[in-house]
C-alpha cells in the first residue's frame, strides 16, 4: 500500500503560480511512476503530468506544457507540481497518483495508477 497526500492548493489570481506537493508513504518502494491529474467540476479526470519515480522521461499534457513542471526529491519522498502563469481553466481538484508493478506505459491513463491522494483544489480567478 502506498498513502499519498497533496497539499498547497489554494486561490490565485490569472497568471499567478502555486506549487502543489504530495507526500507518499508506506511500500513506496513498488512505485514506478508518479502522476498529477485534475478533475474540473461535471469532467472527467484528466492527466496533467507524469514523471519516473527513479528518475528518467517527465511528460505533460499539452495544455500545460511550458507552464508547469514535475519535479521530485526521493530522499523526501515527494513530487511537486510547480503551476506558473496559471489560467482560470486550470481550476480544478488536483490528484496525485502512483503507479506500480502493473504499470504498463500508459502514463497518461487514470488506469495505470493504483493509489490516489485525496486531491487539493486550485482555483484561479480571472
Known amino acids: 500500500q502506498v498513502q499519498l497526500v497533496e497539499s498547497g492548493g489554494g486561490l490565485v489570481q490569472a497568471g499567478g503560480s502555486l506549487r502543489l506537493s504530495c507526500a507518499a508513504s508506506g511500500r513506496t518502494s513498488s512505485t514506478y511512476v508518479m502522476g498529477w491529474f485534475r478533475q474540473a467540476p461535471g469532467k472527467e479526470r484528466e492527466f496533467v503530468a507524469a514523471m519516473w519515480w527513479r528518475g528518467g522521461a517527465t511528460y505533460y499534457a499539452d495544455s500545460v506544457k511550458g507552464r508547469f513542471t514535475m519535479s521530485r526529491d526521493n530522499a523526501k519522498n515527494t513530487v511537486y507540481l510547480q503551476m506558473n502563469s496559471l489560467k482560470p481553466e486550470d481550476t480544478a481538484l488536483y490528484y496525485c497518483?502512483?503507479?506500480?508493478?502493473?504499470?504498463?506505459?500508459?502514463?497518461?491513463?487514470?488506469?495505470?495508477?493504483?493509489?490516489w491522494g485525496q486531491g487539493t483544489q486550485v482555483t484561479v480567478s480571472s
Open positions: 497518483a502512483a503507479a506500480g508493478e502493473y504499470y504498463s506505459g500508459r502514463y497518461y491513463s487514470t488506469a495505470e495508477y493504483d493509489y
